[in-house]
Structures are given as C-alpha cells and as structure tokens.
C-alpha cells in the first residue's frame, strides 16, 4: 500500500470517528467539579485524538511541502493559537486554558492535514460526503432507537452517554404534559447531534445531484432513504437551532441547483420529496415539532440571553480575554451568574455563541482574527476556487457559522470542534485549488 492510500484511508477513518465521543476521563482539572460541565473541566483523553496525531505525523512527514503550503495560506489560523497560548497567562486556572488550547492546536492541525490531502487530491469531496453521509444516517438510526427507548441501548463502546430518566442533567423536552428524554447519538449532548445531522442532510442532497455514473437511479434512491431517515433523526434531537439552518440549508441548495439548467431536474425531484417527507414526518411526530415551537417563558432560551449578558458584560471589563476555558471560571468567582438569577449552578454555562466566546476568552483581538480568516476564506480565496464541490462546502460550513449564533460545542467540545476545524480544513484545501468552474 502506497503512502497516499494509507493517507486516504487515514483520513476517511479520522472524519468516520468524529461522531463517536469515545472518552476515558483521567481527573478533574478544577475544584467543585460537580458546579460545572464535566468536559469542560476535567482531562479527558479522546480516541479520536489520539487517531488524528498519528495521522497528523504521518500527513506531515510524507506531505511536508504541501502542509506547510496550506498553513502559509492559513496563517491567521497560526496567529490564533498564538493568541490562545497568549490567553493561558491571564487564565485563572492555567492549566484548564493550556489544556483547551492543546485541544484547539491539535483540532486546527487537523484542519490543515484535511486541507493537505484535499490539496493534492488524495481526499476528494465525494470520499468526504459520503462518510459524513454514512456517519449522519447511523446517527440518525441510533437517535431514533434512543427516542423509542427513552434511554440508551448500549452502545457505550462507541461513546454512546449513559442516558436513562434518572440520569443528572439530562436533556429533555416537555410535550402536552409528558416527559421525553432527547436523542443524544453518540454525542454528549442532544444539540450536537442536530448540528452533524445538518452536515449528513447536506452530504446527502450532495449524492443525490452526483450519483454514481454506474448506478445513477439506484444511488438517488438510496440517497433519498437517506435523507428520510437523517430528517427524521434531527426531530429526535429536539435542536431547534439544528432545525431551522436545516430548513435554511436545504431552501440554499435547491436554490443552488436551479441556477444551473441541467440541476434543475434534481431541484425539483429534491422540492416534491422535501415536500413529501415534511407530510410524513410531521404526520408521525408533528406533536414534537409543535411542542418545540413554543418558547415563551422558555427556561434555554432566557438562559442564553442571560449568558450573551454576562459574556458583554466581561467583555467589556476584560477587552483582551480572560482567557481560554476560563469564561465560565471568572464569571463563577466574580457572582455574575447569581447577579442575574441563576442561583442554580448547574445552569452555569458558556455562552451559547461562538463569537462572543471567542471575544470573552480571546479578547477583540481573537475575534477579529477570526472573523478576518472567514472573510478571507469566503471573499477572497473563494473568488479564485474553480471546483463543482465548493458550492455544498460553503454551504454545509455556513450552517455551522450559524449554529454558531445558538451554541457553544463549536469550539469547546470535542466532537464539535472536531467536526467544525474539518469543515474548516476542506473548504481551504479547496480553496486553494484553481482548475474547474464553481456550480
């Protein structure tokens, strides 16, 4: 087997573990360990990590050139981890921050290594659509089986959490007077879940318009299972944030196709089965849909209001961070919480957007960082993409921005992170890539 096989196949397994939260906690990294989320306190070592260093080595050593190509392109990237070991020496508890941002260098390494291979077209978009794909369907089927079960149906070996009605914290939404625990895949929250399901529903309409040449009819059919069954999982999840940028990211990319005359046909194959599959799923579970919809006097929605607070709030009184996995930490010890009500401190939380996380631990400087990359990677890198499949990238890492808008996992928990920095990585592999007309 030749180096650029194995780099493939290394790849494909790397993206395959994503999803699968498999984790041994090692001890916490805080006192009161009990007052804050465990994943966000604590050490863990993470199976997919361990995999993606390997693979990280291995893409460095035979692909040296090209890697550094992409980290010269990416270099705002370098500026921020930069900036986070930066942000380790005003935390408050350096060791949590300098463990965060060891988690962040190794996502952001493998953003590169993603970004090498798809450089050099060893990892095509089809190879990375059809594992995300793959990956959202057996989400899908496992959130389903959980939803029946109201519980977990152990899978523990693949980072399945422990979930059953007596288990502390657990994610649950409320209908017509009944209790119903969400669907966690093998994620550690519900919301995370609906985030990589947004991904497979795009991965999926991606196959559907690019069939297998071969098996053209047979590959739509499947892809259209698929879709069903993705959708059906995301109701499961109960993320409304999920929900809506899937709405949004299906209305994108039919809009998308019948720019172009020869898409037109799957544009409106994909409207009449969107339309098909909404009757049908909301004729099973339309309650959950309805129930979801109802936010007033939302007890996660005030929450979060309360947290973009508190995260202006230190903004404002620390413009240069506090530094990163520190947010929760400063505000515990400076009672911002308790200032606004949440005398409970199991609701003491992260903000619910990336953005102002980043601001809060990173300062006006990481943010503006950040945001300088995503400008340069959409306007200005995109512009000269010459590539079919940037199209649905765009798409499927604008509705990761998005999500970001709702939530945190983005960046702070493993999984998220993971996904999100791949995403990252394909769109500048491609990015830099000059041959072929965009769709």
């Known amino acids: 087997m030749n180096k650029e096989k194995t780099a493939r196949i290394a790849a494909i397994i790397s993206l395959f573990l994503i999803p699968l939260n498999i984790k041994k906690f090692i001890f916490p ?22 995999f993606i260093i390997l693979f990280i080595f291995f893409v460095i050593f ?29 935390s408050d ?33 089809r190879d ?4 995300f794909a793959i990956s959202a369907l057996l989400q899908a089927e496992i959130a389903i089986l959980q939803f029946i079960n109201q ?83 995301l109701v499961f999840s109960f993320s409304r944030s999920a929900w809506i940028i899937a709405i949004i990211s299906f209305i994108l990319c039919i809009t998308l196709l019948f720019r172009k005359k020869e898409y037109k046909h799957a544009a409106r194959e994909l409207v009449l089965s969107g339309m098909v599959f909404g009757l049908i799923i909301f004729g099973m579970v339309g309650w959950a849909l309805v129930s979801r919809g109802n936010i007033k006097n939302d007890s996660a929605i005030n929450e979060r209001s309360i947290y973009a607070h508190i995260a202006i709030d230190m903004t404002n009184d620390y413009p240069f961070g506090v530094g990163i996995g ?9 009672g911002r919480y308790d200032a606004y009500g949440l005398t409970n401190k199991t609701t003491h939380q992260p903000v619910h957007n990336i953005y102002l996380l980043l601001t809060e631990e990173l300062g006006v400087v990481g943010i503006i960082v950040f945001i300088f990359f995503i400008g340069h990677l959409f306007f200005v890198e995109k512009q000269k993409t010459h590539l079919p499949d940037i ?8 509705s990761l921005l998005f999500i970001g808008l709702f939530d945190h996992y983005l960046l702070t928990l493993n999984t998220g992170r993971l996904m999100f920095f791949s995403i990252l990585g394909i769109m500048v592999g491609l990015s830099i890539n000059k041959e072929q007309k965009p769709l």
């Open 391 to 398: 199209s649905f990238l765009v798409i499927m890492f604008f």
């Open 326 to 334: 520190n947010g929760i930490i400063r505000a515990e010890q400076e």
């Open 151 to 233: 519980g977990s149906i152990g899978l523990n070996i693949f980072g399945e959490e422990t979930i059953n009605a007596l288990t502390r914290n657990i994610a649950k939404v409320e209908a017509f007077g009944s209790i119903f625990i969400r669907s966690y895949g093998t994620f550690s929250h519900p919301n995370i879940l609906g985030g990589f399901l947004v991904v497979g529903i795009i991965a999926w309409i991606y196959l559907f318009v690019s069939p297998s040449k071969q098996h053209g009819v047979f590959h739509r059919a499947v892809s259209l299972i698929g879709l069903f069954v993705v959708l059906l999982g």
């Open 62 to 90: 035979t692909k040296r050139k090209e890697f550094l190509s992409i980290v010269k392109f990416a270099w705002p990237l370098c500026l921020f981890i930069v900036l986070s070991l930066v942000s380790v020496l005003v």
């Open 128 to 131: 990375v659509m059809k594992v």
């Open 93 to 125: 508890v350096r060791v949590l921050s300098f463990i965060s941002c060891v988690h962040l260098f190794i996502a952001i390494l493998f953003s590169f290594t993603i970004a090498t291979l798809v450089r050099s077209k060893i990892v095509l978009v």
């Open 29 to 50: 990294l805080i006192s009161n360990i009990d007052y804050f989320p465990l994943e966000l306190s604590s050490l863990f070592l993470y199976f997919s990590e361990i």
